[in-house]
């Protein structure tokens, strides 16, 4: 495992009200997008701007997805999305997360995702990497 991948990229997050159910627990579904949002993150710091990845013919949807919730968060708490590349499997790229306080005393939520290139012009999974993609990963892929 290289160096970049024992490190945790940290994205801070805030429970707003529309995170939540009518009993102001967050909802499940916005773990997800936090998760996203983190990845999304983790590429622009890496010189991807994942609109310009979309506009050379390319996407990266999730293709696997397993979450744990250890601790419900309420409206109003932060926390921080932590995520870093786990490994390269061929054309897959799997993620790891962990949501926990600021602190790192509590973990809320802990999980995986995988999500492979897909060429939108050919409507299938990319055999290899597209360059930028490439660029963007090389810390990870090395």
């Known amino acids: 495992m290289s160096e970049q991948q024992k490190n945790w990229f940290s994205y801070p997050v805030k429970v707003h009200p529309h995170h939540t159910d009518c009993a102001g627990i967050v909802w499940h579904g916005a773990y997800i997008n936090w998760m996203e949002e983190a990845r999304i993150e983790y590429f622009q710091q890496r ?18 997805l397993a979450l744990r919730y250890h601790k419900s968060m309420k409206m109003g708490m932060k926390a921080i999305v932590k995520t870093r590349v ?57």
């Open 86 to 142: 786990d490994r390269i499997a061929r054309v897959k790229i799997i993620w790891d997360y962990r949501i926990e306080s600021p602190e790192g005393q509590e973990l809320y939520v802990s999980g995986t995702v995988t999500l492979v290139p897909v060429d939108r012009e050919k409507g299938r999974i990319a055999r290899k990497f597209p360059p930028r993609l490439q660029l963007a990963l090389k810390e990870d892929l090395d």
């Open 47 to 64: 010189g991807l701007e994942y609109s310009d990845f979309v506009k050379i013919g390319y996407e990266l949807p999730v293709v696997d």
